[in-house]
């Protein structure tokens, strides 16, 4: 039976929550973040190094043999002003933890605390990545390019994120895709402008965008497989100068997921079809220019299926499989690279609060989940040493 955290261990892992909480910093500016988890390794006794500005690894090597696993950790914050009230809410205006990586943060601290109080009896090596930037513009990428996963060798990878769909006790598991691929969209729309009393003279932008707005909607709608995920948002819009004037150009930018890795390279050509053809129709031009984000995260099913085995046996936790999302999450990376998983950690309490979804300025967690997902990563970390997890041999992807 895997135990919950001991009572010394939960408490820390509160008060390091809750004095990350209050000082939220934005990716990259993880300074103050990154300084805090160096003094606890170091109080801890765990060998750590500095990765791209403000990332840290640290690495915990048990007694006996086993294998490399990974536990990640995002650290940054959003550029939200805090509403919720709480004694420790944000002492940073514009800043926000409103997406749970301050208690992923304390959480993997405390798992480093239990693993380090365990050497002895510790099989194999723990890596420990408390990683920059996920919000933006990534931190996982450049921390693998400076070879996070390569010395030692990590052989398998899990994280956490909490998740208000579920409450404190229970962990969700998606084998397959859990996150989607989030790419950005930005569509330039011309016409010529004129005087708005004599629309025949001119190309009206603002009709052709608008036609362009609801024609992307049958990307989803009509071309693509019902049972298969996909969204095409337009979230800002933009054009024209006074009530009387024929807008000459429209400016549109949108986001455009997926979990399938076709899918997503069909989109791109999906979206320039219809926002060229309605841009013709319309004697207007159009410009589309796509930037790749986030790939999508696909959870190994074996170490998946492994591991809600793993904690239905050995945990009094309940387990759920849980449907993807199409949230997006630079984790992909480590998941391309290595063997991952992706674990959603309960939150929901009405008591608490915590019922806002992540991102929300009201957003709370319930800590009662944080003694949860201690257990969690120090229940995966010593199955996948131990070899009481399945795991396939790495892909690694170039
Ligand atoms: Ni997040």
């Given at each position: 039976?895997?135990?919950?955290?001991?009572?010394?261990?939960?408490?820390?892992?509160?008060?390091?929550?809750?004095?990350?909480?209050?000082?939220?910093?934005?990716?990259?500016?993880?300074?103050?973040t990154?300084?805090?988890?160096?003094?606890?390794?170091?109080?801890?006794?765990?060998?750590?190094?500095?990765?791209?500005?403000?990332?840290?690894?640290?690495?915990?090597?048990?007694?006996?043999?086993?294998?490399?696993?990974?536990?990640?950790a995002?650290?940054?914050?959003?550029?939200?002003t805090?509403?919720?009230?709480?004694?420790?809410?944000?002492?940073?205006a514009?800043?926000?933890?409103?997406?749970?990586?301050?208690?992923?943060?304390?959480?993997?601290?405390?798992?480093?605390?239990?693993?380090?109080?365990?050497?002895?009896?510790?099989?194999?090596?723990?890596?420990?990545?408390?990683?920059?930037?996920?919000?933006?513009?990534?931190?996982?990428?450049?921390?693998?390019?400076?070879?996070?996963?390569?010395?030692?060798?990590?052989?398998?990878?899990?994280?956490?994120?909490?998740?208000?769909?579920?409450?404190?006790?229970?962990?969700?598991?998606?084998?397959?895709?859990?996150?989607?691929?989030?790419?950005?969209?930005?569509?330039?729309?011309?016409?010529?402008?004129?005087?708005?009393?004599?629309?025949?003279?001119?190309?009206?932008?603002?009709?052709?965008?608008?036609?362009?707005?609801?024609?992307?909607?049958?990307?989803?709608?009509?071309?693509?497989?019902?049972?298969k995920?996909?969204?095409?948002?337009?979230?800002?819009?933009?054009?024209?100068?006074?009530?009387?004037?024929?807008?000459?150009?429209?400016?549109?930018?949108?986001?455009?997921?997926?979990h399938e890795?076709?899918?997503?390279?069909?989109?791109?050509?999906?979206?320039?079809?219809?926002?060229?053809?309605?841009?013709?129709?319309?004697?207007?031009?159009?410009?589309?220019?796509?930037?790749?984000?986030?790939?999508p995260?696909?959870?190994?099913?074996?170490?998946?299926?492994?591991?809600?085995?793993?904690?239905?046996?050995?945990?009094?936790?309940?387990?759920?499989?849980?449907?993807?999302?199409?949230?997006?999450?630079?984790?992909?990376?480590?998941?391309?690279?290595?063997?991952?998983?992706?674990?959603?950690?309960?939150?929901?309490?009405?008591?608490?609060?915590?019922?806002?979804?992540?991102?929300?300025?009201?957003?709370?967690?319930?800590?009662?989940?944080?003694?949860?997902?201690?257990?969690t990563?120090?229940?995966?970390?010593?199955?996948?040493?131990?070899?009481?997890?399945?795991?396939?041999?790495?892909?690694?992807?170039?």
């Open positions: 039976m895997i135990a919950q955290a001991d009572t010394d261990v939960i408490e820390r892992v509160i008060e390091l929550r809750r004095a990350i909480h209050r000082r939220p910093e934005l990716g990259f500016e993880e300074h103050e990154c300084a805090l988890v160096e003094r606890e390794l170091d109080t801890l006794g765990i060998e750590h190094r500095r990765l791209v500005k403000t990332g840290v690894a640290g690495i915990v090597r048990g007694a006996l043999p086993g294998r490399v696993v990974g536990l990640r995002d650290m940054d914050a959003l550029p939200i805090e509403r919720t009230g709480l004694p420790f809410a944000s002492e940073i514009g800043k926000m933890h409103a997406c749970g990586h301050d208690a992923h943060t304390a959480m993997l601290l405390g798992a480093a605390r239990v693993l380090a109080g365990m050497r002895e009896r510790l099989h194999g090596t723990v890596v420990l990545i408390f990683q920059p930037a996920e919000e933006g513009p990534g931190g996982a990428e450049p921390m693998i390019a400076e070879g996070v996963l390569d010395d030692p060798a990590v052989e398998a990878i899990a994280m956490l994120h909490v998740d208000p769909r579920i409450a404190p006790g229970q962990i969700g598991i998606t084998p397959g895709p859990v996150n989607a691929s989030a790419d950005e969209l930005f569509i330039t729309v011309r016409g010529k402008g004129g005087h708005g009393a004599y629309p025949h003279t001119s190309v009206d932008a603002i009709p052709a965008a608008s036609a362009i707005v609801l024609g992307l909607q049958n990307i989803a709608a009509r071309e693509t497989d019902p049972l995920s996909v969204v095409v948002t337009i979230g800002t819009i933009s054009g024209g100068y006074r009530n009387n004037v024929i807008a000459d150009e429209v400016q549109m930018t949108g986001t455009l997921r997926a890795p076709e899918i997503r390279d069909a989109l791109e050509a999906r979206v320039r079809r219809v926002v060229d053809g309605i841009a013709a129709a319309y004697q207007a031009t159009a410009e589309v220019r796509i930037v790749k984000g986030y790939p995260v696909v959870n190994d099913p074996l170490l998946a299926e492994g591991f809600a085995a793993y904690m239905h046996e050995h945990s009094r936790l309940d387990v759920e499989r849980l449907p993807p999302t199409m949230g997006g999450e630079d984790f992909a990376y480590f998941a391309q690279r290595v063997p991952g998983l992706h674990i959603r950690l309960g939150i929901r309490s009405e008591a608490a609060g915590s019922t806002h979804s992540g991102h929300s300025p009201q957003f709370r967690i319930d800590e009662a989940a944080l003694p949860v997902g201690v257990q990563l120090v229940a995966f970390a010593r199955a996948a040493g131990d070899g009481s997890l399945p795991i396939p041999a790495s892909r690694h992807q170039v």
